[in-house]
């Protein structure tokens, strides 16, 4: 599956997940912040599969995969990214 431009495929985080980020983001209240973990991105994306991106519940459109229920949105619709650190 390959999202085109700025599209990325997100699934999102569990309540539990969610609830360990402790990050501001302005114009998303808590209760309407969702995040999750990047599965794919468009070529034109800033976030890359296995980020953790923060973005409005209203942000997404639905999308199963076998089964596995994933969320599509433009990559404008995210407050913010938390890039995974990779350690060599």
Do not use: C
């Not at 985080?13 to 599965?39: C, Q």
């Not at 468009?42 to 999308?63: H, I, R």
């Not at 949105?73 to 407050?79: A, P």
């Amino acid at each position: 599956m390959i999202p085109i431009g700025d599209v990325i495929i997100v699934r999102q985080h569990k309540d539990e997940d969610h609830n360990k980020w402790s990050v501001i983001v302005p114009n998303l209240s808590e209760k309407n912040r969702l995040s999750g973990e990047v599965v794919y991105a468009g070529e034109k994306a800033q976030s890359k599969p296995g980020d953790t991106v923060v973005f409005n519940q209203w942000a997404y459109s639905k999308l199963e995969k076998d089964g596995d229920k994933l969320l599509i949105m433009k990559e404008t619709n995210v407050g913010i990214i938390l890039k995974q650190i990779q350690n060599d």
